[in-house]
């Protein structure tokens, strides 16, 4: 089964909310597995799309219990691990999509492409070097579709 | 949806895999997910028993990619985390089933009696106090029915 | 540099608490450092015993910050895994010694024991097989001279 | 006792090993702790630096043994976690100090700024907004010294 990782901030704008939601249910259409944080914001917009599709999502949680958690999650794995967690998330996905910025969403981008794995992004932050040039390394798209598509698992 | 791990060892007698393959069974036709380590002996007992009835089965691996699981999980999370990952395992279940004994086995029970997660035993290792005696807060079971019923999860 | 890792209750018999305190000094005596899971009752014991004689001593906390920490230690290592983080504590050492009995200082030992590491125990619970032998692989001592002694790390 | 975590890549200019051995002895002369990854590059720049001046280093390795670690560190915490020990870096410094950049450098960053901790960064990447402004909530150095002054934490 293909899973994917979609990553974003627990406080997100209503426009990657939006995106997520679409990217979880194109996921749970393409009957791929959702991996996500678990909590609120992008994380449970992903969810809501891909269940609201039939999809499965796994909620990766920080927190040692299911408190807190989604509803749209259809199996939570509390770790009890704090931001530890964010590894788990960035080495689940065969690919990860990051929606939005924030210091935790960033820190799962860089986890991921640590790993090797392929990252796609839509909308966020960007990371640049001292100069001010991009690092390469990211994919970047301008909608949930193309985001699915850079991702290179969906035929 | 209730979720119970199933630990065990992965060098396995022949009576603990086909207890955890009907321990597997079990819960999956009680509509419950199973929440094993994802590799062989027990661990794959328990996910095969499961799936062969339409079950939903988690393995949380130890490694830091899906190589080496047992082809029955639903849904893989690799880890990269090696044994601390038994303490997600140990935190996921609403309850842990214990089948057969092994240090990795014993080092799930106790984590997660050290949660206050209720732990049922089918077979395996024992702990007892310095004088011999039974250290309480383990639930022993003598079949897979049993084992379920001892949960406390299924009316 | 010897490394040794100390586990034990937080609620600690006083003879535990004693035996760790001896066994804290004899390893800063001879130069190892003291790891622990940095709170109270062993682990503090422990680590007041090592820096009692200018023994360097590493804390290392389920909690997200030094908070609750014994002031006994060198250096305070949060990791905010909670229980996860006793797979760091049984890694950490070139032996580990374990004094006296819970679910918590189980685990380290059994993932001690998992990873192939010498363990020594002083006091505490013992692990039985079904038919109530002894499982091999945990070496007993009677005392915290002893105690260092069966690690097999010093002369 | 004060602990600076210092994050940097493996591979490492060579300007930023030279920043970095001078931060760590900075910090050893000033009898802070230095935490690090415990491998070559920036890691083992700052913890000879440290070390050069009689300064306390802890390596919390991704390995689950001391292997491969440089022989400049105090004490080894090796984890076995993976990357997953890049949240443990993040949590154990007071403040956290980034020379250079890499994606693993990268995650110490954004799970110390997602912990409320003081981050202080010498070279390296930086992150910007969609717009390319930048994100807000790092301090730039231009000197080892600015970089200690700017953790407030040395008076």
Do not use: H
Not at 17 to 32: D, F, M, P, S, Y
Not at 35 to 51: D, N, R
Not at 57 to 66: A, D, F, I, K, Q
């Amino acid at each position: 089964m293909i899973q994917v990782s979609v990553c974003g901030p627990r406080e997100a704008a209503p426009q990657d909310v939006a995106n997520a939601r679409e990217i979880g249910r194109l996921l749970g259409e393409r009957g791929a597995a959702v991996i996500c944080g678990g909590y609120g914001g992008v994380m449970e917009a992903a969810a809501e799309g891909a269940s609201s599709v039939g999809g499965l999502v796994v909620g990766v949680l920080s927190g040692p219990t299911r408190g807190g958690a989604t509803p749209y999650l259809t199996v939570a794995i509390p770790t009890g691990m704090g931001e530890a967690r964010n590894a788990v998330i960035a080495l689940a996905g065969d690919a990860v999509i990051v929606v939005g910025g924030s210091w935790g969403t960033l820190s799962e981008l860089a986890l991921a492409r640590r790993n090797g794995t392929v990252v796609v992004q839509l909308g966020g932050w960007r990371v640049v070097d001292e100069k001010g040039r991009p690092v390469e390394g990211v994919r970047y798209a301008d909608s949930p579709v193309e985001a699915l598509w850079l991702t290179g698992l969906f035929g």
